[in-house]
């Protein structure tokens, strides 16, 4: 009997025991992140940690939403060593796209590394929120990801999504809200970007991520 199975959404698995979640290995019997691997049935599967990742974070909390599905083209800000990054690349496969932007050169390398296993991600040395400085080097994109700790988390994000999202893409946010700003509630300031978002754009998800990440919380659109 096989141990793992399909979860409700696009490229997601579990385990019918637990509450483990996995992505199809892309690069059998490589693990990056000295991830658990598991076999079941010739396939291999990769276990996606929600304390390492906001977006296993979001759907161990219960979103449904993600968007994120086979050859679709993905835009990371705040790529940082590549950890999530890596299970999306195994979520778009072989002919999907992931360009990965980042403005850290040490952690950009470390992503270049990965990139010569995985030849669907892109490392791009860039500051997110200066969009026009890396618009020659991508593509209009299918799904924006971002996970940047800065105070005007909320600009850039706009601003890449105004500028590479398709119509009818996903743009998933993960606010850090103790870089926005320490004193206030947490809770405060994620319905504070909620509406704000709300204003221009249509929020289909809404998730606060403790226990697996504290002071976080994933706002998912959809770029009508």
Do not use: W
């Amino acid at each position: 009997m096989s141990r793992i199975t399909e979860h409700k959404l696009f490229e997601i698995f579990k385990e019918k025991r637990g509450r483990r979640i996995f992505t199809k290995n892309l690069v059998r019997g490589r693990a990056p992140f000295a991830e658990r691997l598991v076999r079941d049935k010739g396939t291999e599967y990769r276990e996606f940690d929600p304390t390492r990742s906001k977006l296993a974070a979001s759907i161990m909390k219960g979103s449904l939403n993600i968007g994120i599905k086979q050859n679709d083209v993905v835009l990371y800000l705040g790529v940082a060593h590549g950890y999530t990054a890596s299970y999306i690349s195994d979520m778009i496969g072989e002919n999907g796209l992931l360009f990965g932007i980042d403005p850290a050169t040490r952690v950009v390398r470390d992503l270049v590394f990965l990139s010569n296993d995985r030849k669907n991600i892109v490392p791009i040395l860039a500051n997110a929120n200066k969009p026009n400085t890396y618009s020659n080097r991508i593509c209009q994109a299918d799904i924006i990801i971002q996970d940047v700790s800065q105070k005007n988390q909320l600009e850039i994000f706009r601003k890449n999504v105004n500028t590479f999202l398709k119509k009818g893409g996903y743009g998933l946010l993960a606010i850090k809200a103790r870089s926005i700003d320490m004193s206030r509630n947490p809770k405060e300031i994620f319905i504070e970007f909620r509406k704000q978002l709300e204003r221009e754009y249509t929020v289909i998800d809404y998730r606060i991520l403790d226990p697996f990440e504290k002071d976080h919380c994933m706002i998912i659109i959809k770029n009508q």
